[in-house]
């Protein structure tokens, strides 16, 4: 057997990193930026208005002063107008400042003249003098051209990419987001809706599969529900154009796996006992053409648990993220559980802000998919403790 | 000047929950079961093997007995071979327990026989005696036929979607996800790799909205750039079929404010004041045919806040979320900053496990678009605080 921490570390220096690819903004949601973005402009790009009111020469707008306004200033107009003394222009806020302004007077710091919606008064009186530069916001005064906007290896969401689309791009560097093939092994396996025969059950690992493979950033390419057939599987696998394959079931040494007999015995990929349970058999190997491939054992929690352990850091690895792990907190337990020697426990569990309980009443067994439908975290479980005891601190890996 | 609290609370009083409708699995991921999902089926649905090994009579089995293997059970197979006294079937795991057998005994158990990979050896001898029910997996022990798999309000992760198609289901029935239309508006907008002329910027609310409403679980619909023209915009609201609008700009009193102007003068949007910084001008109201409305200000960190105090609560309100909020912590000020008597300020910050800093050294200026991208949450400073001094408490909302 080897452990937990050897399998991954075999897996993570096969993964690597993809290469950064262009991509639009909508379609960066979620990636990792490759390359720093600077801004084209200077922030702002013109000195304007930070306040709805009257573009004035300050030494003109003492208290009581009553201006001419002779322009009105848009957001958005490349008008200029000129100012003589005792003149003004009305303004918008981020509109452009005239050339001939040093301050702003709000709206409110005036009589509002005559002013409507849709004409400007022919002059107003200031009620309060401005400073000189009052209101105003000046070209450059956050940000030179040039200056770093957003940093590489920052993750996309939708303030930075709106800090990029301000800093005069529509298209980003980012790391690939990796393209995943699914499929789930077993001649045991019918669609959900079907009606099971003896021995034949619904197939549920390619939803938990496709869904979590999405929820870590990824991309999935196709679904496969593969009978325990040798030609039928190698099919699948030629057919694959992608960067990671998930295989579940049939990673055993049963007489009836397949999986391993044509991964592991034709195509080169390295099966191993790793020290965990659920999870124990895991195969993973790079085939012809790079294609990483990972083979997971068939029980809805196992590959629930194979997923967090291995398959979702290579996964975010390779999307480029500086985290690949799920955060860890240590809760306590409410109840008492056993725990098998020599291997590290994952038990599905349902974690609050203080305690830690089994998500079923029924301990640690493996095929529980009910239990998944509650737990919102995996307890991990020293391979050397053998009973956690109610009050017991647990490292739980959160999930949600 | 209203409250957060009371534009919040109009606004979920109007924004209501939507209907349920019937869902693939996969195009449910994220969003919130709308029934009780019961298994059609008892867990698990045949006695089966919980192990690789050989199916036996247990009064056969004792310690140095040999068995004669009569049968090869694989995983889906439909097959019932009668064991005679002294004899045995092979079994994979999860493949459905001959009528006949009462026991398993795992192949490390067993000599193996002659054993392969194909062919099931003509005999084993049984290394140690199984007791009765050993490593069996009896039909309904896990729950019966009819019982709860996944409860009404559950929003739907992997696991939670693997359960449903486990208990026998390829479609569910969840709470639809809101479909919003965007519009950014200003006649100042351009698209962000042209090159501004004097009061022109790049826009960049669009791709902030559009990517924070699928983050909130919700759908886009449309995204339009609208100048500050009422007849561009009333054309641009009576093309919309969709459950929500969000229109950035335009929301103040200016004079050139269209949007207030036709939404709220037109359509009966109400425009508040709320006691918030950035963010203070806010349209909300239900247009014709149940169209939800919201008008926010322009400016990106504005419409951030604005998103995250109003838009995003009404959106997870809809689609069914029993938590509506984003998880708010209280870190201790790194630094001491100002903060505007009478209104709640929401500052982008960073955040990290202990302590709390302003995003930007710049303060708290709302149109400092830069500080999005290093910002990992909003301080919340309550509106009767003016100043924040370093080691102070400080509630934090925390984004990612």
Not at 9 to 17: E, K, N, T, W
Not at 124 to 147: F, K, M, N, Q, S
Not at 288 to 316: T, Y
Request: proline letters at 7%; a negative charge; glycine letters at 8%.
């Amino acid at each position: 057997m080897i452990t937990i921490d050897e399998h991954r570390a075999r897996i993570l220096r096969a993964a690597g990193r993809l290469p950064a690819v262009k991509s639009s903004l909508a379609e960066a949601q979620g990636l990792v930026l490759a390359a720093d973005v600077a801004g084209r402009w200077p922030t702002p790009l013109f000195d304007n208005s930070a306040m709805d009111g009257y573009a004035v020469r300050a030494a003109d707008a003492a208290a009581g002063a009553t201006l001419r306004i002779v322009a009105d200033v848009a957001a958005g107009s490349d008008e200029d107008p000129a100012l003589a003394p005792g003149e003004a222009a009305r303004i918008m806020t981020g509109a452009a400042l005239p050339s001939d302004a040093d301050a702003v007077v709000p709206l409110e710091q005036t009589d509002l003249g005559t002013e409507t919606h849709d004409v400007a008064p022919e002059q107003i009186t200031v009620l309060a003098a401005p400073e000189r530069g009052a209101h105003i916001r000046y070209r450059g005064e956050d940000a030179p051209a040039g200056a770093l906007a957003v940093t590489a290896g920052t993750v996309l969401g939708p303030w930075q990419l709106s800090a990029i689309a301000s800093a005069g791009y529509e298209h980003v560097a980012v790391h690939r987001a990796p393209r995943v093939a699914i499929a789930s092994t077993g001649s045991e396996l019918i669609a959900p809706s079907g009606t099971p025969r003896r021995g034949q059950i619904p197939e549920s690992n390619s939803v938990l599969l496709s869904t979590a493979v999405r929820d870590a950033g990824a991309v999935v390419t196709s679904i496969r529900i593969v009978a325990d057939d040798p030609a039928e599987l190698r099919r699948t696998l030629d057919g694959l154009d992608t960067d990671v394959v998930i295989l579940s079931g049939g990673a055993s040494v049963g007489a009836f796996d397949v999986v391993r007999a044509v991964l592991g015995e034709e195509r080169g990929v390295r099966f191993d006992q790793v020290a965990m349970q659920p999870g124990r058999p895991q195969g993973f190997g790079v085939l012809d053409a790079g294609l990483i491939a990972f083979c997971l054992p068939g029980n809805p929690v196992s590959v629930a648990a194979s997923f967090e352990m291995f398959v979702r850091p290579a996964l975010r690895q390779m999307a480029g993220f500086a985290v690949i792990d799920r955060p860890r907190v240590v809760r306590t337990a409410a109840t008492a559980w056993s725990s098998p020697q020599g291997r590290v426990q994952l038990l599905p569990v349902v974690a609050d802000d203080e305690t830690v309980r089994p998500a079923t009443h029924g301990g640690s067994r493996s095929h529980l998919v009910t239990s998944l439908a509650v737990a919102n975290a995996f307890a991990v479980i020293p391979a050397d403790t053998e009973r956690v005891e109610a009050g017991d601190p647990v490292t739980v890996m959160v999930l949600s």
